[in-house]
């Protein structure tokens, strides 16, 4: 049962423009919601975060939208860098454990 | 401040072997989780322990195991390894439970 899903397993997006990742959840219960950038070799690196009771967290080029209703949020990133190709984890909080959806490559084309 | 250590970095084994894979966390922090990745699958979790004590644990049968020492080091050990347990093992360290997690580089284990 997966409670976090990223449907798209890659995107591609050209330099300068809007990135926008998506994420589902099933569960209604949790708590907030992280994002999480991996590069190869690396391990996750924590991006931004939302509580469940915001709709929307800004730092930066980064943005992230909560849509309780529909259980779902994305990830924003504009305007997109050459060095946001990575793995992108959404994943989301309940009961002290942190579940984490199965992650969309992102490619920044030049 | 030091971010959080995994020792090794890679590792090969033989099927039927054991292993262990060593976590230091951030200096203060006390919960510890680890995670599997695979391509197909994502991060897994696998268990979290805070002060000492399992607090969760994922689907994963009991050929894996952990421990937290008194210092929140962590040690994950793996029995009568397979195949499929080749993946890229990642801790996770958090100051206080529901807190951002922050990650190593991981153990890359191989099993042959």
């Known amino acids: 049962d997966q409670q976090v899903k990223q449907n798209s397993p890659s995107l591609s997006v050209q330099e300068g423009r809007i990135s926008i990742l998506n994420c589902d959840y099933t569960n209604s219960m949790f708590d907030y919601f992280l994002w999480y950038k991996k590069y190869p070799a690396e391990g996750p690196t924590f991006l931004i975060s939302?509580?469940?009771?915001?709709d929307k967290n800004e730092d930066g080029r980064f943005t992230v939208f909560l849509n309780k209703s529909a259980k779902h949020l994305s990830l924003h990133i504009v305007p997109s860098q050459p060095g946001d190709s990575a793995v992108y984890f959404c994943a989301a909080n309940r009961d002290d454990k942190i579940i984490f959806g199965k992650g969309t490559r992102l490619h920044i084309l030049p | 401040k030091a971010g959080v250590t995994q020792t090794p970095r890679y590792l090969i084994k033989t099927r039927g072997q054991q292993v262990t894979l060593s976590c230091s966390p951030i200096?203060?922090?006390?919960?510890v989780s680890w995670y599997q990745q695979t391509p197909g699958q994502g991060l897994q979790f696998l268990f979290e322990y805070f002060s000492e004590t399992q607090r969760n644990k994922g689907n994963f049968p009991g050929r894996f195991s952990g421990r937290q020492f008194s210092n929140s080091r962590s040690e994950m050990n793996v029995s009568t390894l397979e195949l499929g347990d080749s993946a890229l093992y990642l801790c996770a360290s958090q100051r206080i439970l529901n807190t951002e997690a922050f990650f190593g580089q991981g153990t890359r284990l191989t099993v042959v």
């Open positions: 939302i509580s469940s009771i915001k």
């Open positions: 200096s203060g922090h006390r919960s």
